[in-house]
Nanobody, 122 residues
C-alpha cells in the first residue's frame, strides 16, 4: 500500500496557475495508474486526470482538457498536475490516488492522499 502526499494547493485569482504534486512512499508497479480527483463543497468527488506510470499515456475530464496537464517524474516517484487558466469552478479539495486500472472511476483506485485545497477567487 502506498502513502500519497499532495502539496501545492493554495489560493489564486481566476486566470492564474498552480502546480500540484503527489509523492508516493513506494515506487509504482508496472501497471500503476495515478489519478487526480477533486471534491467541491457540497458536491460529489469527480475525476480530473490520470496518467499511466509506464508509458505516460494520460486522460482528462472534459472540464479541464486544454487547461490542466498531468505528468510524472519517475526518479522522484512524483506526479504533477499543472493547472492553468484556473476558473472559480475549479475550487475544490484535490486528491491524488493510485490504482492499477486505466479508469476515471474512483472505485478503481486503492490508495489515496489526504487532499490539498485549491481556492480560485474571482
Amino acid at each position: 500500500q502506498a502513502q500519497l502526499t499532495e502539496s501545492g494547493g493554495g489560493s489564486v485569482q481566476a486566470g492564474g496557475s498552480l502546480r500540484l504534486s503527489c509523492t508516493a512512499s513506494v515506487r509504482p508497479r508496472s501497471n500503476s495508474v495515478e489519478g487526480w480527483f477533486r471534491q467541491a463543497p457540497g458536491k460529489e468527488r469527480e475525476f480530473v486526470a490520470l496518467i499511466r506510470w509506464h508509458g505516460g499515456s494520460a486522460f482528462y475530464a472534459d472540464s479541464v482538457k486544454g487547461r490542466f496537464t498531468i505528468s510524472r517524474d519517475n526518479p522522484k516517484n512524483t506526479v504533477y498536475l499543472q493547472m492553468n487558466n484556473l476558473k472559480t469552478e475549479d475550487t475544490a479539495v484535490y486528491y491524488c490516488a493510485r490504482g492499477s486500472q486505466y479508469s476515471s472511476s474512483d472505485t478503481a483506485y486503492d490508495d489515496w492522499g489526504q487532499g490539498t485545497l485549491v481556492n480560485v477567487a474571482s
